[in-house]
């Protein structure tokens, strides 16, 4: 889970375990670069991606922040693919 703006609006955004396994292995500049893409691909087309928005940035990152911890990652995911 990656948390972005958009807008004013505050958001987070999925990426695919595949994707997020080929960024822990780039370079923190390459890896941001990716991050970035993928942040672009989300804003052109919100609908075809697992995102959640929220109405400030504290609670984008506090739900970011859950869905990385392995305990309470499983509650979180479910709740932003409903």
Same mark, same amino acid.
Not at 36 to 49: I, K, S
């Given at each position: 889970m990656y948390p972005a703006i958009q807008d004013g609006v505050f958001f987070v955004f999925a990426i695919c375990m595949q994707c997020h396994g080929r960024l822990t292995r780039l370079p923190a500049r390459s890896r941001h670069k990716a991050i $970035?893409?993928? /942040? %672009? $691909?989300?804003?052109?087309?919100? %609908?075809? /991606?697992a995102h959640k928005a929220f109405e400030n940035e504290i609670d984008a990152r506090l739900f970011a922040g859950l869905a990385a911890d392995p305990v309470t990652s499983a509650g979180v995911i479910d709740e932003l693919l409903a």
């Open positions: $970035n893409r993928a /942040y %672009c $691909n989300v804003v052109d087309d919100p %609908c075809r /991606y």
